[in-house]
């Protein structure tokens, strides 16, 4: 085994870039106009992440990746890697690139994961051009569920200058069905809304009273401006849903809560959602 991988990484380090990323790239430089400079999308062997073939032209390289277990996980996923680091300054922005049966869908995904890590390259190039000073630009993904019937995948940015910001956007695509859930998309109505945001109120209170070092920006909470306070979730608040089908409403940094509590989720008890749900096959 060991032979074997000393192998992919000969191989690895000097692949060709692949045809069809380097096509998929320029269709979307193309129609965002950025200028392509030695600093501008760093698509190198050492910039792409393989994790099970993908679009990798070596074929004998992805067919021996293919043979390595990689986290359970059922999807192909590429990484794109844009690169930078200066003075104080640096950009590391990771974006995925998934293989879906539905080709449109899959080129619908991609090129959008593909223009939301150029879009972050060009502001951190914007920012730093002729600028001094403390900035980070860290992008990453994470694959939250990865079944037969869903893939659930977040991309998470970071921004650092005094101090840092989170955020994160989910996306939940059927493979079954060939389509990107949304959250109005589960309900009968927009009651759900009324639904979830009682619960999490409840919720929020419930932590904040069995740990004192939890705060949320919820009615009660002492120094809080009304203004500030939790009201209710948005008609399409960020999601996911889990393996075991349950539905996970995620909210940014210093949205519900101080910054020292990140990125907060809650899992909605599928209980309270069953009179609501459009049907069982997906929250359950």
Do not use: C
Not at 73 to 83: A, F, G, M, P, R
Request: aromatic share 8%; charged share 30%; net charge negative.
């Amino acid at each position: 085994m060991s032979n074997k991988l000393d192998d992919l990484k000969q191989a690895y380090q000097q692949p060709p870039v692949p045809k069809e990323l380097d096509e998929m790239i320029a269709r979307v430089e193309h129609r965002t106009r950025p200028s392509r400079t030695k600093r501008s999308v760093l698509i190198t062997a050492a910039a792409i992440t393989l994790f099970v073939g993908g679009l990798n032209s070596n074929a004998s390289f992805a067919d021996a990746m293919a043979k390595v277990p990689v986290f359970g996980q059922l999807t192909e996923i590429v990484t794109i890697d844009w690169k930078e680091t200066k003075t104080q300054q640096s950009a590391d922005i990771k974006s995925p690139q998934v293989t879906l049966p539905d080709k449109a869908l899959e080129q619908q995904l991609n090129e959008k994961y593909i223009a939301e890590g150029q879009a972050l390259y060009e502001k951190f190039k914007q920012e730093t051009n002729g600028q001094e000073g403390v900035f980070a630009v860290d992008s990453r993904y994470d694959v939250k569920t990865d079944t037969d019937d869903l893939l659930s995948i977040g991309r998470t940015v970071t921004e650092t200058r005094a101090s840092a910001s989170e955020s994160v956007q989910y996306d939940t695509i059927d493979k079954k069905q060939q389509l990107v859930l949304t959250l109005p998309s589960l309900f009968k109505d927009d009651g759900y809304i009324t639904t979830i945001s009682e619960y999490l109120k409840e919720e929020m209170r419930r932590q904040m009273k069995a740990d004192e070092g939890k705060v949320y920006f919820v009615e009660g909470t002492p120094d809080v401006l009304e203004d500030e306070q939790f009201k209710q979730i948005s008609a399409k608040q960020n999601f996911y849903i889990t393996a075991d089908h349950k539905l996970v409403l995620s909210f940014d940094e210093y949205s519900i809560a101080p910054g020292y509590m990140g990125i907060v989720e809650f899992k909605i008890p599928t209980s309270i959602l069953k009179d609501d749900l459009v049907s069982s096959s997906y929250i359950r």
